[in-house]
């Protein structure tokens, strides 16, 4: 797995927040369709990256997902908003 997606699974799991596929796209300067394929294997720790039209990741079986994913309706949207808050992350 790139590095970089690594990390992003990292925050995300440590906050409880999903992102969009596309966010997680701006941010690796990728397509959101390639994303999928960059994640692997469907676990709990890469369900935090979800599609828009459902807010849940795509294709997941129950035991995939993360229990505490909808624990919030927040869900970030955009790279730039993943990038700030990646950078408040690290500080």
Not at 15 to 38: D, E, H, I, N, W
Not at 54 to 82: G, V
Request: proline residues 4%; glycine residues 6%; charged residues 25%.
């Amino acid at each position: 797995m790139d590095a970089r997606l690594s990390e992003i699974l990292d925050f995300l799991n440590e906050r409880k927040m999903r992102a969009y596929y596309g966010a997680v796209a701006g941010v690796l300067q990728v397509s959101p369709r390639s994303v999928g394929t960059m994640l692997g294997e469907h676990s709990q720790r890469a369900s935090w990256v979800v599609a828009k039209d459902s807010n849940m990741p795509t294709d997941y079986e129950a035991e995939n997902r993360h229990p505490d994913l909808q624990r919030t309706s927040l869900i970030i949207q955009t790279p730039s908003a993943l990038s700030r808050g990646m950078e408040k992350w690290r500080e």
